[in-house]
């Protein structure tokens, strides 16, 4: 399958102020502003995003909220890998963070192992 989208890497699929605003929100945020999207360009939002890495994160969030098609309707086999890491980033970000403190730093132990 040949992706039809994502020629183009320098623009963004959204107006800034729309990018400003899911930078902006938390999760469930994005995921309210995600779902008014069509389908189509919410998958070229979360390649966009994606491949900056600076909002990966905010890539793969969108991606949880994509069809497996239409990421790589947009993206090739690119999407695909989009697709896959945004299904697995719940349980590893969870069980990532489970041991960090609510100052958001991880916990520091003296104990020798």
Do not use: W
């Amino acid at each position: 399958m040949q992706p039809t989208g994502s020629t183009d890497l320098d623009n963004c699929p959204v107006s800034d102020d729309l990018l400003k605003r899911l930078l902006d929100a938390t999760f469930n945020a994005v995921t309210d502003v995600g779902n008014q999207l069509p389908d189509g360009q919410r998958a070229a939002l979360a390649v966009y995003c994606y491949r900056r890495a600076h909002f990966r994160k905010l890539g793969l969030s969108l991606a949880k909220l994509c069809s497996r098609q239409s990421l790589l309707m947009e993206a090739g086999h690119a999407g695909e890998m989009i697709h896959l890491q945004s299904a697995a980033t719940g349980t590893e970000t969870e069980s990532r963070f489970s041991g960090v403190s609510r100052g958001g730093k991880a916990q520091v132990s003296l104990r020798s192992v």
